[in-house]
């Protein structure tokens, strides 16, 4: 098995298309290698080099999925959301102990500031006229001499935060060789070949897009057509421009392009998609059924979070083996179910464990986290997911939910996806979202944030009834709150936690 970026790329034929955008020429794999090399020498000019941290701050597009590839087989790479405020990158850039900061030429935004407050080197990246997809320079007025040498299997290629909705954001590094095993896992779980052309619409600040989009597809020696960021009035325009063989969104993604679908019928029909993939957040099975017959192609729900460099399950491909409702079956490492608070694995339903080559070895310079995510059983170390569900008798996975969402109503525990799916059975029901609110007597107490369909009159007291018929009353939300849209989070994901707060459902903590 590969074990490092360098190494994923290194076997394809160097005339083959890598990376593509709109309106610009393919870069090829001869291309990606001579600019690893040129990059390489640059940093290196610069003082930076191996094990050195690098803050990329890019638009979404080619240079960002060129320049995660090529700066992670140099140093170590810290791609950060460009739309974070001042304060933000305060932190960040501090947390993470970076030396430099990748940033288009230009600009001289919060980013640059932070870093110029941090002392740190300032690169900025520059695209040639006329260049190649993803092709740029690099200059900066810093100098010195980095560790030339390349990065191993065992250096770290990438830095994220975790999404701190409830505490302080916990460092995830992940190796060469965590990266490469999840490349290579989605790879193989897609059976993705030279053929495939990945059309990616997620931000590459992200483990989802930075893995299966792009990790995935050069490991197969296949090609991404980068889209400037998810624009639904701009996807099918762009389906028709890369001509891909398949994409991968979150769910809130999917019901955007479902909602455009119908009008862009002929480009379906001319752009046939081997598969369509989802992940980072729970695929209602209605959504999943609505895209099977809209793209008439498989829909793969696949489960991924940072800590495991992406992917965990996956459910296959084969025409027919795909279930709604479920987010496949281990797709590389171990996967089973373990106590909620004693560190032992079960049968049943319980919390979810992974172990294998794709797993951070850890978060950084957090002994607590660790020990209270990481344990020892049958002569493997698991990590705890975070996620309850259990394996059905085929071997799937169904997840209830996270265990911090799970809802608590006196006792009776309350899983938000189970609400989810009966709301979403509403004829007039788009998107929802079920989440806590606060309650003096019960602790915590049932409610949703509903989208309706264009056109719809429907009530909140229409889909509590509704509700009502389908499931237990300790189920049904109290409150339907319905809005023209749900909050979401930098990733297009929505968050229930917080969500009370945000909607003013509860005092801010």
Request: aromatic residues 6%.
């Amino acid at each position: 098995m590969e074990t490092t970026l360098k190494a994923l790329i290194a076997p394809h034929a160097g005339e083959r298309p890598a990376i593509g955008a709109p309106d610009r020429p393919w870069l090829t794999y001869d291309g990606l290698r001579n600019l690893t090399e040129d990059v390489h020498a640059s940093l290196n000019a610069m003082g930076v080099g191996r094990g050195d941290r690098v803050a990329i701050v890019l638009p979404n597009g080619p240079e960002m999925a060129a320049a995660f590839v090529t700066i992670a087989q140099v140093a170590t790479t810290a791609p950060l959301n460009p739309a974070y405020r001042e304060e933000e990158y305060d932190f960040y850039l501090s947390d993470l102990k970076a030396k430099a900061l990748v940033v288009m030429a230009g600009n001289e935004g919060p980013a640059v500031i932070a870093a110029t407050k941090a002392g740190m080197a300032i690169v900025y990246l520059s695209v040639p006229d006329g260049a190649a997809a993803g092709y740029f320079t690099l200059s900066s007025s810093a100098t010195g001499g980095g560790d030339s040498t390349l990065a191993t299997a065992d250096d770290v290629a990438l830095i994220l935060h975790t999404s701190g909705t409830t505490s302080r954001p916990k460092i995830v590094p992940l190796l060469q060789s965590n990266v490469a095993a999840s490349a290579e896992n989605i790879r193989d779980s897609l059976e993705l070949t030279a053929a495939d052309r990945c059309m990616n619409v997620m931000p590459l600040f992200h483990i989802h897009g930075l893995i299966a989009a792009v990790a995935a597809s050069l490991a197969a020696g296949a090609s991404i057509w980068c889209a400037p960021g998810f624009n639904a009035l701009q996807f099918f325009a762009g389906m028709k421009e890369a001509q891909p063989t398949w994409y991968t969104a979150v769910p809130t993604m999917h019901q955007a392009i479902l909602s455009r679908a119908e009008r862009n019928a002929d480009i379906i029909a001319d752009t046939p998609l081997r598969f369509l993939r989802s992940s980072s957040a729970s695929l209602p099975a209605q959504v999943m059924v609505q895209l099977k017959e809209t793209f008439s192609a498989p829909v793969v729900e696949a489960y991924g979070m940072t800590e495991a460099a992406h992917q965990m399950a996956c459910n296959p491909l084969a025409s027919g083996r795909q279930k709604p409702g479920a987010v496949g079956i281990p797709a590389g490492p171990k996967m089973r179910i373990a106590h909620e608070t004693e560190n032992k694995l079960i049968d049943g339903t319980g919390e979810v464990v992974i172990s294998g080559p794709n797993v951070t070895p850890g978060y950084e310079g957090n002994p607590e986290a660790n020990a209270k995510n990481f344990f020892e059983a049958d002569g493997m170390r698991w990590f705890r997911t975070g996620d309850q569900g259990a394996f059905d008798q085929d071997g799937y996975l169904h997840l209830t939910g996270r265990l911090k969402e799970i809802i608590n109503r006196g006792g009776e525990k309350i899983s938000p996806l189970e609400v989810d799916g009966v709301l979403l059975d509403h004829p007039d029901v788009a998107q929802v979202v079920t989440f806590a609110v606060p309650h003096p007597k019960l602790g915590e107490e049932v409610a949703a944030a509903v989208v309706l369909r264009e056109g719809s009159t429907a009530t909140d007291k229409d889909i509590r009834a509704f509700a009502s018929e389908r499931m237990a009353d300790f189920k049904v939300p109290r409150q339907v709150i319905i809005l023209d849209e749900i909050p979401k989070g930098a990733t297009g994901k929505m968050q229930r936690i917080g969500l009370a707060e945000k909607l003013g459902l509860a005092e801010r903590t």
